[in-house]
């Protein structure tokens, strides 16, 4: 099989460690490659996925968005989200599909934290959408600088009603600055989840502070691996087991 992630810049992505580890376990022969693909260079690529030349793709920024345009179906969630993170060629058709939805609720009940409650996702982006489709139902209040239905500087009296957060803003993440304070953490009530979607670093400020506090804290690595897994099974129709896989590539990862 011929796998690739697409974007720009791809240089850091850790899907081609996974994938291909996955590829390996499944007896798959094949390879993933990591590609550079602008808006400018999407057609292209896409021509040459619809002509055989990829099986599938993962999609990274700036294209979840881009590449719906060039897309022949979309999956429900990749639908809801309104971004796809994950592209098969059959055939010369495509099919667009969102893992990182579906990967964010795996990833909650991996950590025994199956979201009960309300929920508080601070940020209004891409992954932030796919946050509130994981959690919908259960009554979301989105945070953000603007669109949100609360202010950053509302986060505390936000985080009093919720018992789930998840952050899906490069706050903390690597070249990016950091909370400007983390004190709503101290509204949450006991046993509350935090999910910080950052993976680099791996263990975040948010993170370490949810954990000191004795909050269930995630990190980013558990939705990298969780969405992996079910990409690679749209991919590859492998069906490898979620928990096993689970723990052979978060064991992986933190070797890297």
Not at 79 to 100: L, Q, S
Request: proline content about 5%.
């Amino acid at each position: 099989m011929k796998l690739c992630v697409i974007g720009d810049p791809v240089g850091h992505s850790m899907s081609p460690v996974l994938h291909r580890r996955m590829l390996a376990l499944s007896g798959i022969e094949g390879d993933y490659q990591s590609v550079t693909v602008t808006r400018e260079t999407l057609p292209d690529f896409m021509a040459a996925g619809r002509a055989g030349e990829w099986d599938g793709c993962n999609v990274t920024m700036p294209l979840k968005q881009e590449v719906i345009r060039y897309l022949d179906q979309l999956s429900p969630e990749a639908e809801a989200c309104g971004a796809v993170n994950t592209v098969c060629f059959r055939n010369g058709h495509t099919v667009g599909y969102n893992t990182d939805a579906p990967g964010i609720r795996a990833g909650f009940a991996a950590r025994g934290a199956a979201p009960t409650g309300r929920a508080l996702v601070i940020g209004n982006g891409g992954a932030a959408r796919a946050a509130r489709w994981a959690l919908a139902g259960r009554g979301v209040i989105t945070a953000a600088r603007r669109g949100g239905d609360v202010t950053m500087d509302e986060l505390p009296q936000a985080a009093r009603q919720c018992r789930v957060v998840v952050n899906a803003t490069p706050l903390g993440m690597e070249g990016f600055p950091p909370f400007a304070d983390l004190s709503f953490l101290g509204s949450l009530p006991a046993g509350a989840a935090v999910f910080d979607l950052i993976y680099a670093p791996r263990k975040t400020e948010l993170y370490q502070a949810a954990r000191a506090r004795g909050l269930i804290a995630i990190t980013g690595m558990e939705l990298l691996v969780q969405q992996a897994i079910l990409a690679f099974n749209h991919f590859t129709g492998a069906g490898l087991e979620q928990e096993a896989t689970r723990r052979e590539l978060l064991a992986l990862v933190n070797e890297t």
